[in-house]
């Protein structure tokens, strides 16, 4: 069954540094979102992106957040610079044409110290 | 999106049918109900959706009712695996695929050996 990987599973990064969370969507998905998982809380939209930009964005997808489609099969999360706060499982998620069925990668969790 | 109220949690036992209620009153004619489901902390997984039919696939039965203001997902025989937040979703599915899913708290479902 096709899936969407995420890299890295785990990440732990210094308050006010730079990551990049990464996402394969399935092949043939032409839709590519980012949601986040507080622990102990709801999952959270972030940001949707088709035909090379935003869709929509959640008023948590601030400045500091930007999402990336570099090449035809990654598609990025970018933090400029971390808070505690961003603390969190970070999952994307891709949808196909038909835009029925939603798959999501097991998620990066992301721990700011 | 609709919003959706679900029971905080369940209880099942094992090889019992488990069924997941989710009212839904202010659905619009437009807004299918999607089901998800998280296994501890990883990716949400779709289950099944359905706009005012009865549904039904390979992980399980969704009933819904003919004034569409409720649903109950049914799984027929359910296993220790099946142990999860479940979520009721209603949402616009459209060729857009800018739709976004909106995850409210889910009902825990712990299937008892």
């Known amino acids: 069954e096709p899936e969407v990987t995420q890299t890295p599973s785990h990440q732990v990064t210094q308050m006010g540094q730079e990551v990049i969370l990464r996402c394969v969507p399935i092949s043939n998905h032409l839709y590519f979102y980012w949601y986040r998982q507080i622990l102990g809380q709801k999952v959270e939209f972030l940001v949707s992106f088709y035909n090379n930009e935003i869709s929509e964005k959640s008023e948590i997808f601030d400045d500091q957040f930007s999402v990336e489609r570099p090449d035809g099969s990654n598609f990025t999360l970018k933090i400029r610079s971390t808070k505690l706060e961003d603390s969190a499982m970070y999952f994307c998620?891709?949808?196909?044409?038909?835009?029925?069925?939603?798959?999501f990668g097991q998620g990066t969790r992301l721990t700011v110290v | 999106d609709a919003k959706t109220t679900q029971p905080t949690s369940m209880d099942c036992a094992e090889g019992r049918a488990a069924n997941l209620p989710c009212n839904h009153s202010?659905?619009?004619?437009?807004?299918?109900v999607y089901w998800y489901r998280q296994i501890h902390s990883q990716g949400p997984q779709y289950i099944i959706h359905g706009l005012k039919n009865n549904e039904t696939n390979e992980m399980a039965s969704l009933i819904i009712t003919e004034d569409r203001k409720s649903s109950t997902l049914i799984l027929p025989h359910a296993t220790l695996r099946d142990t999860a937040v479940y979520y009721c979703?209603?949402?616009?599915?459209?060729?857009?695929?800018?739709?976004?899913?909106?995850f409210g708290t889910g009902t825990r479902l712990t299937i008892i050996p």
């Open positions: 998620a891709s949808l196909d044409l038909n835009g029925r069925e939603a798959f």
């Open positions: 979703i209603v949402r616009v599915a459209t060729n857009f695929g800018n739709e976004k899913l909106t």
């Open positions: 202010t659905i619009s004619g437009n807004e299918y």
